[in-house]
C-alpha cells in the first residue's frame, strides 16, 4: 500500500479583520516608498461592476449598495484613491454590440440609474428576471427600448404622485435637454436616428427661424409631448443616482473621474449646426467643431461644464485631438493648447476654489504624423505641464513604461501610466517586452516566458510611478471591457492569486523593491510585503502556526493511516492461520 499526503494543500485566505490595518499601513508606506504618492486609479466600467445575482438587472451601478461595497475591496486590497469609469452617456444597439464610444456626451444613459433606488421590490425582481446573461454586461435589458428596465421606468414615470423635485431638475436644465428630448421624440416618430432622412423643416429644425422654429417645437409638443418629458424624468433619475453615489464615494476616501469623450452625438450636431464643420470628421466617424466660431466654443463649454459639475475629475479622450482639428490631413488646423485651455478655463469656473489641474488628464496617445508631443527631444511646453495618460501596450527599451519616460526627462507628477486599459488588447506575454521588465525589475528573463509571471511583472512595473493605474479586467484576469466583475469577487480573486493569476500589490511591491535594492534599506518594511504577498497567494509559509499545524495535522494523518493499515494485515493474516 503506498501511502501519500498532500504537499499542496491550500491555506489562501484573504485577510482578517484584525490584520487588515496593519495591511493597509504597509501597503500604503510601502507605495509611498516605492514611489506612488500621486493617483492610484482603479478603471472599470460603471456597467461591468458587480451585483448579487438578486440584484443582477444586467449591468451595475454606480449607486448600487454591491458596488459601494466592492470598492471598499478595491481600496483596502489595492490602495486605490480614484475611480475612471467609462462614458455615462446614452447607449444604443450597434451590430449586436453596445459600443461605449458611440455614445451621447451631455447626458446620461439607462445604465445610469440606480432602479432599485426607485422601483417597488416586485417590479425590480422583474427586471432582474429578465436578465438572461449573467457573466457579461446586459444592456439590452436596461437600454433598448422596450427593455424591461424601459417598461417599468415608464411605469414609475406615471405614477409619479409628487414631481416637486422632478420639477426642479427640468427647470434647470431644460436648455440642455429639451433638444435631446426634442430628438428622441422625433426619433420615434420617424423611426430613424439619422435626422437626415427626417423632413425638411425638422433636419433643419435648429436653422429655422426663432418663430417657425417656436411654432414647430410646439406642434412635437402636442404630438408627442410626453415622450420629451420622459426622457427628462430619465436624467432625473440617473443625476440624482450619480450625484448620490459621488458623495459616498468621496465619503470614503475616493475622487470620481469621468470619461469626457471626445465625440459628440446625433442630437448635439443637429441641435448646433453652426458649431460644426460639414462632411468632416476628427476621425472614427465624429464630427469635428469648427472652432473658428463662436458656436463650436459654446458647445465645447456646454460639455464640459456638464462634466465638470458631475465628477472630481476628467480624462480628456483623444486629448490630442484638441491640438489638431480636425483629423482631416486637407483641412487640418494646429491650435496648439488654444482649446485645453478653453477646456481648463470653464472646469476653473465650475470647481471654483476647488479648482485643480491635476485632476485633468489629458489621453495623447497618438501617431506622430497626427500629433508629435516633441520639439526636438523636449516635450512640448503644454504638453510637458499637463498630466498624461499613458499604457505599458508598446514598452520597449525607451518607451512605454516609468523607468524610460523619466529617462526622457519627463516629470513624474505630469503622467500615468498602467499595464493597459480600454483600448488595449489583453496582456500576452512578449519577448521584447519580457527583455525590457527583466531590466527594470532585474528578473531573469526566462522567468518571464510564461503568461502568469508574464503578467505579474507587467502590472508590477507600475507601481512605482508617481501616479498610476489599473484595469479592472488585468486585476481579474477577465477577457473583455464587457466582462462582469463576479458577484462573488472575494471568492473569485482568492482563486486567481492562489494560482498566481491576478493582481497582487504585494507581489509587484516585492518586486520594486527588490529591483530597486530597497528590501536591503526598508528591511522591517520589506518582510512584512513578502508576508503579505505569500499569505495573498496562500503559501502555507506566510504563517509558522499555520505551517506547524499543517505538519502536525499531516503526521496524524499519516500514523492514523500507518496504524490502520498494521490493524488491517494482522486480521488477514490471522484469518489465514
Given at each position: 500500500m503506498e501511502i501519500r499526503i498532500n504537499n499542496s494543500v491550500s491555506f489562501q485566505r484573504l485577510l482578517k479583520p484584525s490584520e487588515e490595518a496593519d495591511y493597509r499601513s504597509t501597503l500604503k508606506r510601502a507605495k509611498s516608498?516605492?514611489?506612488?504618492?500621486?493617483?492610484?486609479?482603479?478603471?472599470?466600467?460603471?456597467?461591468?461592476?458587480?451585483?448579487?445575482?438578486?440584484?443582477?438587472?444586467?449591468?451595475?451601478?454606480?449607486?448600487?449598495?454591491?458596488?459601494l461595497k466592492f470598492f471598499d475591496f478595491a481600496k483596502k486590497y489595492w490602495g486605490i484613491n480614484?475611480?475612471?469609469?467609462?462614458?455615462?452617456?446614452?447607449?444604443?444597439?450597434?451590430?449586436?454590440?453596445?459600443?461605449?464610444?458611440?455614445?451621447?456626451?451631455?447626458?446620461?444613459?439607462?445604465?445610469?440609474?440606480?432602479?432599485?433606488?426607485?422601483?417597488?421590490?416586485?417590479?425590480?425582481?422583474?427586471?432582474?428576471?429578465?436578465?438572461?446573461?449573467?457573466?457579461?454586461?446586459?444592456?439590452?435589458?436596461?437600454?433598448?427600448?422596450?427593455?424591461?428596465?424601459?417598461?417599468?421606468?415608464?411605469?414609475?414615470?406615471?405614477n409619479l404622485s409628487d414631481k416637486s423635485d422632478f420639477d426642479k431638475y427640468k427647470a434647470e436644465n431644460f436648455e440642455r435637454l429639451e433638444a435631446k428630448g426634442l430628438f428622441r421624440a422625433l426619433r420615434k416618430m420617424y423611426g430613424t436616428a439619422d435626422y437626415k432622412k427626417w423632413s425638411e423643416t425638422d433636419k433643419n429644425l435648429f436653422s429655422l427661424s426663432p418663430e417657425k422654429r417656436a411654432a414647430r417645437i410646439s406642434e412635437i409638443y402636442r404630438q408627442c409631448g410626453e415622450e420629451v418629458d420622459f426622457y427628462m424624468f430619465k436624467q432625473y433619475l440617473a443625476d440624482t443616482d450619480l450625484k448620490r453615489a459621488k458623495e459616498k464615494l468621496n465619503s470614503k476616501g475616493l475622487k470620481l473621474n469621468a470619461d469626457f469623450i471626445c465625440g459628440f452625438s446625433y442630437d448635439e450636431v443637429w441641435s448646433h449646426p453652426k458649431a460644426f464643420i460639414p462632411r468632416t470628421?476628427?476621425?472614427?466617424?465624429?464630427?469635428?467643431?469648427?472652432?473658428?466660431?463662436?458656436?463650436?466654443?459654446?458647445?465645447?463649454?456646454?460639455?464640459?461644464?456638464?462634466?465638470?459639475?458631475?465628477?472630481?475629475?476628467?480624462?480628456?479622450?483623444?486629448?490630442?485631438?484638441?491640438?489638431?482639428?480636425?483629423?482631416?490631413?486637407?483641412?487640418?488646423?494646429?491650435?496648439?493648447?488654444?482649446?485645453?485651455?478653453i477646456i481648463e478655463d470653464e472646469v476653473k469656473k465650475v470647481k471654483g476654489s476647488d479648482y485643480n489641474p491635476k485632476n485633468i488628464m489629458y489621453e495623447f496617445a497618438a501617431d506622430p504624423d497626427d500629433f508629435n508631443i516633441y520639439n526636438g527631444s523636449h516635450l512640448k511646453p503644454y504638453i510637458a505641464n499637463r498630466i498624461q495618460i499613458r499604457t505599458s501596450n508598446k514598452m520597449s527599451s525607451h518607451w512605454g513604461s516609468n523607468d524610460a519616460f523619466l529617462k526622457r526627462g519627463w516629470e513624474k507628477e505630469n503622467f500615468i501610466v498602467g499595464a493597459s486599459n480600454h483600448d488595449s488588447t489583453p496582456i500576452k506575454p512578449s519577448k521584447e517586452q519580457a527583455e525590457v521588465l527583466s531590466k527594470i525589475l532585474k528578473i531573469p528573463k526566462e522567468k518571464l516566458s510564461g503568461a502568469k509571471e508574464f503578467l505579474r511583472a507587467k502590472l508590477a512595473e507600475p507601481v512605482a510611478a508617481y501616479n498610476n493605474m489599473i484595469f479592472f479586467r488585468d486585476a481579474f484576469c477577465l477577457n473583455n471591457t464587457n466582462s462582469r466583475i463576479p458577484a462573488d469577487y472575494e471568492k473569485y480573486y482568492e482563486k486567481l492569486l492562489e494560482n498566481k493569476d491576478g493582481y497582487n500589490p504585494m507581489d509587484a511591491l516585492e518586486k520594486v523593491f527588490k529591483a530597486e535594492g530597497l528590501d536591503?534599506?526598508?528591511?522591517?518594511?520589506?518582510?512584512?510585503?513578502?508576508?503579505?504577498?505569500?499569505?495573498?497567494?496562500?503559501?502555507?509559509s506566510a504563517n509558522p502556526a499555520i505551517k506547524w499545524c499543517a505538519g502536525v495535522v499531516g503526521a496524524g494523518i499519516l500514523l492514523y493511516v500507518s496504524f490502520k493499515y498494521i490493524q488491517f494485515h494482522k486480521q488477514k493474516n490471522t484469518q489465514r492461520i
Open positions: 516608498i516605492a514611489g506612488n504618492r500621486g493617483k492610484t486609479i482603479l478603471i472599470v466600467p460603471s456597467s461591468s461592476l458587480p451585483q448579487a445575482d438578486y440584484n443582477n438587472t444586467g449591468v451595475g451601478n454606480l449607486a448600487a449598495e454591491d458596488s480614484e475611480i475612471q469609469i467609462l462614458p455615462s452617456g446614452q447607449y444604443h444597439e450597434y451590430n449586436g454590440h453596445y459600443p461605449m464610444y458611440s455614445g451621447t456626451s451631455m447626458d446620461l444613459g439607462n445604465h445610469m440609474i440606480d432602479i432599485k433606488a426607485h422601483m417597488s421590490e416586485s417590479d425590480f425582481r422583474e427586471v432582474v428576471k429578465a436578465n438572461k446573461i449573467k457573466d457579461r454586461a446586459n444592456f439590452s435589458n436596461v437600454v433598448d427600448i422596450d427593455s424591461a428596465q424601459e417598461k417599468f421606468l415608464r411605469k414609475l414615470y406615471k470628421s476628427i476621425g472614427w466617424g465624429l464630427p469635428a467643431l469648427n472652432f473658428e466660431t463662436v458656436e463650436a466654443e459654446k458647445v465645447l463649454r456646454e460639455k464640459v461644464d456638464f462634466y465638470a459639475k458631475r465628477y472630481d475629475g476628467l480624462r480628456i479622450d483623444a486629448g490630442w485631438t484638441y491640438i489638431n482639428q480636425p483629423q482631416n490631413k486637407q483641412t487640418y488646423k494646429y491650435y496648439g493648447d488654444k482649446i485645453l485651455n536591503k534599506q526598508e528591511r522591517k518594511l520589506y518582510k512584512k510585503i513578502v508576508k503579505y504577498r505569500k499569505l495573498l497567494d496562500g503559501e502555507k
